[in-house]
């Protein structure tokens, strides 16, 4: 059984007073919800202070990109040291917007990669096609491709804990949410892909999560497919009452 993680992805939204307030009025809405794991990637700006707001609560928090080196003279980036020295546990990486926006490529998800799990940060690896690719009936290529090229090197003895999240780049922030099964149906393309790379039995432990206008009204019917294993929420997570109902809806 895989437990589901419901994750929001702040992008470059919320000051750190901005942060709080959210997470006063959050963390008593889900502070008895044991069905999912519950996760917050806040700006580097914020997320120092929602570590120490979470801390003994059933939220954790997370960098939403980092760098893979430990230190070194590259203006703007954190590194993994530096995130465990504030108590950082998990990090999202190749988000299609650090892809297409800070040009991160695959070779450097791979890096980053490798980086995390040697710093026991679990990741989520974002993968996804675009609107394009998938009219051109290259979705399968583009997420095998994208997976490949993500585990290159890498010993499925290393990863019980890391995440893989299915973003189609169409889908993020749209409001066109993948359907159901269009979504279970390439999450079960990522996980016969993992399967190739790590092995069957961490492939079936894999939790893969769906991202793209996840909303409060459409959470319940993602889930009921068996593939997906959580969701990874942008612009509905950046609301309390919003985000709260997602968790509680995911598990309805
Ligand atoms: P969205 O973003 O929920 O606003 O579509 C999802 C994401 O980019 O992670």
């Known amino acids: 059984m895989r437990k589901p993680l419901i994750a929001a992805n702040w992008k470059m939204y919320k000051t750190p007073k901005e942060s709080l307030a959210f997470l006063s009025e959050f963390l008593p809405e889900v502070k008895d919800h044991t069905a999912s794991e519950i996760a917050i990637f806040p700006t580097m700006s914020s997320l120092g202070y929602v570590i120490e707001a979470t801390k003994g609560t059933n939220v954790t928090a997370g960098a939403q990109t980092m760098h893979w080196l430990n230190e070194g003279p590259y203006t703007g980036q954190t590194s993994p040291t530096m995130l465990e020295s504030i108590g950082c546990t998990r990090v999202l990486l190749g988000h299609s917007e650090r892809r297409i926006y800070a040009h991160e490529t695959d070779d450097m998800v791979n890096l980053k990669l490798k980086a995390a799990l040697e710093h026991d940060l679990v990741p989520v690896v974002c993968v996804g096609e675009t609107q394009e690719k998938r009219e051109s009936g290259l979705t399968e290529a583009v997420l095998r491709w994208q997976i490949a090229c993500a585990l290159n090197g890498i010993a499925g003895s290393l990863c019980s804990q890391m995440v893989i999240a299915y973003e189609p780049v169409w889908a993020i922030g749209t409001g066109s949410v993948a359907t159901p099964e269009q979504a279970n149906d390439a999450h079960a393309i ?59 809806n995911a598990s309805a």
């Open 190 to 248: 990522i996980r016969r892909e993992v399967a190739v790379h790590l092995g069957e039995a961490c492939a079936s432990r894999m939790r893969i999560l769906y991202g793209g206008s996840v909303k409060p009204d459409n959470v319940a019917s993602l889930m009921t497919q068996p593939e997906i294993d959580g969701a990874l929420v942008g612009g509905a997570s950046l609301k309390a009452k919003s985000f709260a109902e997602i968790v509680q």
